[in-house]
């Protein structure tokens, strides 16, 4: 009489690529309780309820997609279901996005003891993954919340957007108080920075435990340097499109940026910083640069997948507009040689959904400054890491260890990020020598067109299980929304 199934599931014969390892293992996986509790070849078929062949497809950890933007064009609860499905079928099993208050998400003001809750009503149950929140404070009282957040929501990590203080997401503004819905006398500017970056100091002092998990993220851009560069170069009949984007906002904005927050980090002992979305060669050189001028701060080294993939020639032009610009090829090449020396700690969409209609003027589509910033990726995430950093000789180690391992240290997210035993049975099946070519038409996103239409692109996402359920299989996002809130403390 043989004995009851001690596995929930095994997945056979998958190729298992993990981050901590320098081989790829032919492995069978046991899975119980969502977690991965057995990993060793020819587990018996007996042991379990149920058994998936994974056809010796390669296996990578469950992707952890560390920058997203979920309900900043179209209403939260809404977004979250059409673009979390994109991130299934790209073989995302976990989302972090940034959010804050003002214009745009919820379009509100006021304190984030009010506004964070509605923040998670609108996500329960519309999550086809694990998700969680990095907020942004944007007026002086959310300092003040920062314990609050921590402590009641579990959010350890939290945004500046350098830009902010004196130019608008899309262009020139000089209505920046009632954008970001502050009073006429608060200012969000590098002494505002400062603060914040005091308070999660004390926070960190307070929660030793926490230490490694308390961070803060920067978008890196000086509104100063783009507001005199784009006036210059509007008056610029030789550019257009993204060439003139990319010389509106250049890249040494970011270069002095990024020594800005530096510098605050070293002066508020703000020990843990990641710099966000480099997107040029002189940002990353800066970033470099004050790793080696301040020791003691923790710097993380952030690119997307978008600026890893395009150029200023890429030929869907204005759709592919977005902050910090997509930058010349010297700048992308540049980009992937740090990804290659070990640089970069992990690679993100940025995906922020902008529907067609929203994405640029029907009138004038064309005009780049008509446009507005940020697009959807969350599904090519793998996908394109995979095609083009094999091309390059990257390692499918060093792709986990980017994609999942990496962001799932910082972030807090324990649970995540490696196949291993105890950990959640978070597993993407891809087919290294399948190749396809993008097309909006096939995206679960509500986006209707992509900057990266026409890539051809080799490694395909097969399926995707979020703690052990198969979420999306050949084509198909399965089942309903079982995506989970992330608490990080």
Same mark, same amino acid.
Request: negative net charge; aromatic residues 10%.
């Given at each position: &009489?043989?004995?009851?199934?001690?596995?929930?599931?095994?997945?056979?014969?998958?190729?298992?690529?993990?981050?901590?390892?320098? /081989?790829?293992?032919?492995?069978?996986?046991?899975?119980?309780?969502?977690?991965?509790?057995?990993?060793?070849?020819?587990?018996?078929?007996?042991?379990?309820?149920?058994?998936?062949?994974?056809?010796?497809?390669?296996?990578?950890?469950? #992707?952890?997609?560390?920058?997203?933007?979920?309900?900043?064009?179209?209403?939260?609860?809404?977004?979250?279901?059409?673009?979390?499905?994109?991130?299934? &079928?790209?073989? %995302?099993?976990?989302?972090?996005?940034?959010?804050?208050?003002?214009?745009?998400?919820?379009?509100?003001?006021?304190?984030?003891? +009010?506004?964070?809750?509605?923040?998670?009503?609108?996500?329960?149950?519309?999550?086809? /993954?694990?998700?969680?929140?990095? %907020?942004?404070?944007?007026?002086?009282?959310? =300092?003040?919340?920062?314990?609050?957040?921590?402590?009641?929501?579990?959010?350890?990590?939290?945004?500046?957007?350098?830009?902010?203080?004196?130019?608008?997401?899309?262009?020139?503004?000089?209505?920046?108080?009632?954008?970001?819905?502050?009073?006429?006398?608060?200012?969000?500017?590098?002494?505002?920075?400062?603060?914040?970056?005091?308070?999660?100091?004390?926070?960190?002092?307070?929660?030793?435990?926490?230490?490694?998990?308390?961070?803060?993220?920067?978008?890196?851009?000086?509104?100063?340097?783009?507001?005199?560069? @784009?006036?210059?170069?509007?008056?610029?009949?030789?550019?257009?499109?993204?060439?003139?984007?990319?010389?509106?906002?250049?890249?040494?904005?970011?270069?002095?940026?990024?020594?800005?927050?530096?510098?605050?980090?070293?002066?508020?002992?703000?020990?843990?910083?990641?710099?966000?979305?480099?997107?040029?060669?002189?940002?990353?050189?800066?970033?470099?640069?004050?790793?080696?001028?301040?020791?003691?701060?923790?710097?993380?080294?952030?690119?997307?997948?978008?600026?890893?993939?395009?150029?200023?020639?890429?030929?869907?032009?204005?759709?592919?507009?977005?902050?910090?610009?997509?930058?010349?090829?010297?700048?992308?090449?540049?980009?992937?040689?740090?990804?290659?020396?070990?640089? #970069?700690?992990?690679?993100?969409?940025?995906?922020?959904?902008?529907?067609?209609?929203?994405?640029?003027?029907?009138? +004038?589509?064309?005009?780049?400054?008509?446009?507005?910033?940020?697009?959807?990726?969350?599904?090519?995430?793998?996908?394109?890491?995979?095609?083009?950093?094999?091309?390059?000789?990257?390692?499918?180690?060093?792709?986990?260890?980017?994609?999942?391992?990496?962001?799932?240290?910082?972030?807090?997210?324990?649970?995540?990020? +490696? =196949?291993? =035993?105890?950990?959640?049975?978070?597993?993407?099946?891809?087919?290294?020598?399948?190749?396809? %070519?993008?097309?909006?038409?096939?995206?679960?996103?509500?986006?209707?067109? @992509?900057?990266?239409?026409?890539?051809?692109?080799?490694?395909? #996402?097969?399926?995707?299980?979020?703690?052990?359920?198969?979420?999306?299989?050949?084509?198909?996002?399965?089942?309903?929304?079982?995506?989970?809130?992330?608490?990080?403390?």
């Amino acid at each position: &009489m043989s004995e009851a199934p001690i596995l929930d599931k095994i997945i056979k014969n998958v190729r298992v690529v993990r981050p901590r390892h320098d /081989v790829v293992e032919l492995l069978d996986l046991g899975i119980k309780d969502g977690k991965f509790a057995t990993i060793t070849p020819n587990i018996s078929p007996e042991q379990a309820k149920e058994v998936l062949d994974g056809k010796n497809l390669l296996g990578f950890p469950g #992707v952890v997609d560390a920058h997203m933007h979920i309900g900043i064009y179209q209403p939260l609860d809404k977004d979250a279901v059409t673009e979390t499905k994109a991130a299934a &079928m790209g073989g %995302v099993t976990t989302s972090l996005n940034y959010i804050r208050t003002g214009q745009y998400y919820l379009n509100k003001g006021g304190s984030y003891h +009010d506004f964070f809750p509605e923040v998670l009503a609108l996500s329960a149950g519309h999550f086809f /993954v694990d998700y969680g929140y990095h %907020v942004a404070p944007i007026a002086s009282q959310h =300092i003040d919340e920062i314990p609050l957040l921590f402590k009641e929501h579990g959010v350890s990590s939290f945004k500046i957007f350098m830009f902010y203080g004196g130019y608008g997401l899309h262009g020139l503004s000089d209505q920046q108080n009632l954008f970001l819905m502050i009073n006429k006398e608060e200012r969000y500017d590098f002494a505002h920075f400062e603060f914040i970056m005091r308070r999660l100091s004390r926070l960190m002092e307070e929660h030793p435990e926490a230490r490694e998990t308390i961070s803060l993220s920067l978008h890196c851009e000086v509104a100063e340097i783009l507001n005199a560069y @784009t006036k210059i170069v509007e008056n610029n009949s030789n550019l257009s499109g993204l060439h003139a984007y990319s010389a509106a906002r250049p890249p040494h904005s970011e270069g002095l940026a990024i020594c800005i927050a530096s510098y605050l980090a070293h002066e508020t002992n703000c020990a843990n910083i990641n710099l966000l979305h480099l997107s040029s060669r002189k940002a990353m050189e800066a970033a470099l640069t004050m790793q080696t001028a301040f020791p003691h701060i923790n710097f993380r080294r952030e690119v997307t997948v978008g600026h890893l993939l395009l150029d200023v020639d890429t030929p869907t032009a204005t759709w592919a507009k977005v902050n910090p610009p997509i930058r010349p090829r010297a700048d992308v090449e540049y980009l992937w040689q740090a990804v290659l020396n070990h640089q #970069v700690d992990w690679i993100v969409s940025d995906h922020a959904c902008c529907s067609a209609e929203q994405k640029r003027s029907a009138k +004038d589509p064309n005009n780049i400054w008509l446009a507005k910033s940020g697009f959807g990726g969350t599904e090519y995430l793998l996908s394109g890491v995979f095609s083009e950093g094999s091309k390059r000789g990257m390692s499918y180690n060093h792709m986990a260890k980017l994609l999942s391992w990496n962001p799932s240290r910082r972030f807090g997210l324990l649970q995540k990020g +490696d =196949i291993a =035993i105890g950990y959640d049975a978070d597993l993407v099946l891809v087919d290294p020598n399948e190749t396809f %070519v993008v097309r909006a038409a096939e995206s679960e996103s509500q986006q209707g067109y @992509t900057p990266f239409e026409g890539v051809e692109l080799t490694g395909r #996402v097969k399926s995707t299980f979020l703690r052990g359920n198969l979420i999306y299989n050949n084509g198909q996002v399965v089942g309903s929304p079982s995506g989970r809130y992330l608490k990080r403390c």
